[in-house]
């Protein structure tokens, strides 16, 4: 028999602090990219038709890279902390959860960086 009161038995199997840290990154990367996807949804709506040139002059400029290298890292990070939620959901043994884990976060880094060098490639007029 069990002689603990409820609150004995439930203290520290709450959430885990990574378990609230990934909650909140998650709803700060959905958040940053509420305006960052705007901008680029009209941004593109923009340079309709516009040619190759006149696309990279606006990439070139500084505050326009910026706001592309940001974008991507939000979303990429965003997209990884969604993936991993649903791996740890679905996938209950453990090294198949950590291989897919290691695997999605490694694959979203490799993808930000490609990007976020095309995007310094094409500002600097590679």
């Known amino acids: 028999m069990d002689m ?3 609150l004995a038995r439930v203290r520290h199997l709450g ?3 990574e378990a609230t840290s990934h909650w909140w990154w998650q709803r700060l990367t959905a ?3 509420v305006p960052l996807l705007l901008w680029l949804v009209a941004s593109l709506v923009w ?8 696309v990279r002059e606006w990439v070139a400029q500084p505050w326009v890279a910026l706001l592309l290298i940001l974008l991507q890292a939000a979303l990429f990070h965003h997209a990884q902390l969604g993936l991993q939620v649903v791996i740890e959901d679905y996938l209950h043994l453990e090294w198949p959860r950590l291989a ?3 695997a999605t976060k490694a694959l979203a880094l490799v993808l930000a960086l ?13």
């Open 4 to 6: 603990r009161t409820p």
């Open 15 to 17: 959430a885990s602090p």
């Open 31 to 33: 958040l940053a990219l």
């Open 47 to 54: 340079l309709a038709g516009a040619d190759y040139l006149t």
């Open 100 to 102: 897919a884990i290691v």
């Open 114 to 126: 490609i990007g976020i060098f095309a995007v310094i490639r094409v500002s600097l007029g590679a």
